[in-house]
């Protein structure tokens, strides 16, 4: 996650050197990409870094009853992750073709 974020954050400042020389796609691109930044850090120091604390505390997640209430976040936080980094690729796919496309 961290080489996202720093990937994305050095696209960012390339496009800010760039400057003037942007059209209305860089910009878009650039848009597209500070919300994957976004969307990354949320997932990874939010999400993620309550993901293994909840691991900590229940020592095995399979172990842990389906009932129990940090293995129910557990799973609502699992399928909060897979979410936002699905939506992170389709957005870098869409940077992507934006960046291309120029």
């Not at 994305?8 to 760039?18: C, K, R, T």
């Not at 691109?29 to 999400?47: C, H, I, P």
Request: charged share 20%; no cysteine; aromatic share 6%.
């Amino acid at each position: 996650h961290i080489f996202g974020v720093v990937a994305g954050l050095l696209f960012l400042l390339v496009a800010l050197l760039a400057g003037a020389e942007s059209s209305a796609v860089d910009r878009t691109a650039v848009l597209v990409v500070a919300l994957m930044v976004l969307l990354t850090g949320y997932s990874q120091w939010r999400v993620s870094a309550r993901l293994a604390d909840l691991r900590q505390q229940m020592g095995s997640v399979d172990a842990t009853p389906p009932g129990d209430s940090r293995r129910v976040e557990f799973d609502r936080l699992h399928k909060t992750s897979v979410r936002i980094e699905g939506t992170v690729m389709l957005l870098g796919f869409a940077a992507l073709y934006l960046t291309a496309r120029r």
